[in-house]
Nanobody, 121 residues
Framework: QVQLVESGGGLVQAGGSLRLSCAASGSIFRIIAMGWYRQAPGKQREFVATIPSGGSTNYADSVKGRFTISRDNAKNTVYLQMNRLRPEDTAVYYC???????????????WGQGTQVTVSS
């Protein structure tokens, strides 16, 4: 099993910045990709950004140019730098990891508990 713990959420004014972190721990063999999703009240969870172990990053159109995802493979940690925040960015942000266990062919998805980001206007 892989545990994901997010940190860095909070309350910020529109135009401000926050940096989220997510550390993976547990029986880690190979993390294929890590990413961020978010869920606003009354809405479905949506994709924000993802970063594979090798290859280019991907972003939702709504955050391109404002958010930057990065990863420290040595620490099994993924970050989300969020700049020029808007009230519509308010949501619970969830970290995700696609992990392949030793000897397993099929990878598994793991999720963190979420961290609240609130952007005031």
């Amino acid at each position: 099993q892989v545990q994901l713990v997010e940190s860095g959420g909070g309350l910020v004014q529109a135009g401000g910045s926050l940096r989220l972190s997510c550390a993976a721990s547990g029986s880690i063999f190979r993390i294929i990709a890590m990413g961020w999703y978010r869920q606003a009240p009354g809405k479905q969870r949506e994709f924000v950004a993802t970063i594979p172990s090798g290859g280019s990053t991907n972003y939702a159109d709504s955050v391109k140019g404002r958010f930057t995802i990065s990863r420290d493979n040595a620490k099994n940690t993924v970050y989300l730098q969020m700049n020029r925040l808007r009230p519509e960015d308010t949501a619970v942000y969830y970290c995700s990891a696609v992990h392949q266990s030793f000897g397993s062919v099929r990878p598994s998805d793991f999720w963190g508990q979420g961290t609240q980001v609130t952007v005031s206007s």
